[in-house]
């Protein structure tokens, strides 16, 4: 586990993390570090508890045992949304938009977390309403503007194109400024062309953003080419943990995707 | 693209469509009040026209949180006579002038409301799904008959004697004027209060909620707050709303606040379309009024009545105006792109 990097900050660290549903340990004693401005990729067969730990992480479930810190600090027993306030957004698996609503206020939702004006300032329409009001606007285009949506900014979210969708799902999780984010399968249903635009797009919000990344993905050559550090899963617990060129030549890597004899 | 804004400036063209929406309201009001005050409108079509605004408070209130938050609620009609009794109670017992104790009566009825909406919101709304729905529905048959057996509120024979909101001896037209004030204005106020808490980053918070609880908590919207907030409002205004009712028929009977009284709300609120204030206010007017043009077919009244709803939900299921508002100046623009060459138009939709 122990991967000396130069300036190796821990953002997220997870420590023997565990989940039982009633006798099924879905996730079992995984542990990793997620530093910072690094792509962490995590992978494994379906089933392997992949989605399960990103679930964890964000406090939907409560582990079992373990421990998981942000920045040093415990987040254990928080709600998802402090969590998110804390500084780890996520994407899922299936797109969860607002689809209604339009691609700016999608943004606008998920920037509420760092607007402070009142109800009532709201309701009176007082000062701070329209400044905080203005102020988000900018802020929500210009977020906008790096995904290449500001020309669908008043178009309802679910009338974009599959690959704006996604798009859109990483621009709102961006929207609060986190310090991780979590993306769950972010190229699944993507074309090729479309899964080559997504990394570029990944390593912009990287270097733009300075967020470390935690994906989800199935998509092999889309891992081994944008992952600094891969984490394998499989029936909940680890099997192996390194570079892409180390877990590509490990056996058990090969035969839990493959099958042994 | 440094733009030099001028922080905490109200945009220019706002400023002139709330200008022209108020100088419309004021208008709309003083016809009416000129039109009651020379006879021309009778008292019983005032007394309809009375309806006919508490109505769009308890449409509008119910929208918000049916609407908006996405989350049905089925004894609109409970929390509306927890307000009729408490602002009734107190303007009977109180021993201050009517003047006074009317809108003190008001607010309180409003307050109290509000207090049964958390206490009914906090257990129901910590889950995700269509608690509330069940909870809101006992609720309302809960607290009629509560009303039923307790003495204090007159119990079955209905509380009399209700204050008229003018001293005593005020002749008849004055007090349709008074009504009418009332219920104008507090309507106005709901339907602004509503709406400007819809377009805040709290409304928008709500309907994030409603198209997607899992995806509003990963992005930091606390749920449950804001699902409480939305419903508390709207119970609120649902009491304010039954105060003016006391008031208005100056008798209470527990029976009137029934299931299908929840039901009749919520129909408003659905035909009007969920999630639009501006379908809520037409909604709640058209179904006020057609009943009682429909008297002369007493018979066939409900049949009419219930055809007329089902032709619009076979053709507009999401209600007459859907999730759109109307808006003044978004027709006003349209109308004039329109003669400036029909450019662009067909665009909403």
Known sequence: MAESEKKSVPVLEAENLSIVFGGLHAVDDVHFTLHENQIMGLIGPNGAGKTTVFNLLTGVYTPTTGQIKLDGRSILGKKTYQITKMGVARTFQNIRLFKDMSVLDNVRVAMNQKMNYSALAGILGLPSYWREEAAVEEKAMDLLRVFHLEGHAQDRAKNLPYGQQRKLEIARALAGDPKVLLLDEPAAGMNPTETAELMETIELIRSRFHVAILLIEHDMSFVMGICEHLVVLDYGRIIASGTPEEVRTNPKVITAYLGGE | ?349
């Open chain 2, 1 to 349: 693209m440094t733009k030099q804004k001028k922080p905490g400036l109200v945009p220019k063209n706002k400023l002139v469509s709330y200008a022209v929406n108020l100088v419309l309201l004021v208008a709309a009001y003083l016809l009416f009040f000129v039109l009651i005050g020379s006879g021309v409108i009778n008292r019983y079509t005032s007394g309809i026209m009375t309806t006919m605004f508490i109505n769009i408070i308890l449409t509008v209130s119910l929208n918000l949180v049916s609407g908006f938050l996405g989350q049905l609620v089925l004894g609109h009609a409970g929390f509306m006579s927890v307000g009729a009794y408490t602002a009734a109670l107190f303007t009977l017992y109180s021993g201050l002038p009517i003047t006074i104790a009317f809108p003190i009566g008001i607010v309180l009825a409003g307050v109290v409301a509000a207090v049964f909406g958390v206490i009914i919101g906090v257990p129901a709304l910590r889950l995700r799904g269509d608690y509330l729905a069940i909870i809101t529905l006992g609720f309302g048959e809960i607290i009629r008959v509560i009303i039923l057996a307790c003495d204090f509120t007159g119990g079955a024979k209905g509380l009399r004697g209700i204050p008229t909101i003018l001293p005593q001896g005020s002749d008849a037209t004055s007090l349709s004027l008074a009504k009418y004030s009332y219920v104008f204005w507090l309507a106005v106020v709901t339907v602004v209060v509503i709406w400007a808490f819809v377009r805040s980053r709290h409304g928008r918070a709500v309907i994030a909620i409603r198209e997607d609880e899992i995806a509003a908590e990963a992005s930091g919207v606390h749920t449950t707050y804001y699902k409480l907030f939305a419903f508390v409002m709207a119970a609120f205004f649902a009491g304010v709303a039954g105060s003016l009712y006391a008031h208005h028929i100056g008798v209470l009977d527990p029976s009137k606040f029934n299931f299908d009284y929840s039901v009749e709300i919520l129909l408003m609120a659905v035909l009007g379309g969920l999630g639009s204030i501006t379908g809520s206010i037409i909604a709640a007017i058209v179904l006020t009024i057609l009943p009682e043009f429909l008297r002369g077919f007493e018979d066939y009244r409900m049949l009419i009545y219930a055809v007329i709803l089902i032709i619009v939900m076979l053709f507009k299921p999401s209600g007459l105006m859907g999730q759109h508002e109307f808006s003044l100046s978004r027709l006003v623009s349209r109308l004039t792109a329109k003669r400036a060459g029909g450019a662009k138009q067909g665009k909403g939709e």
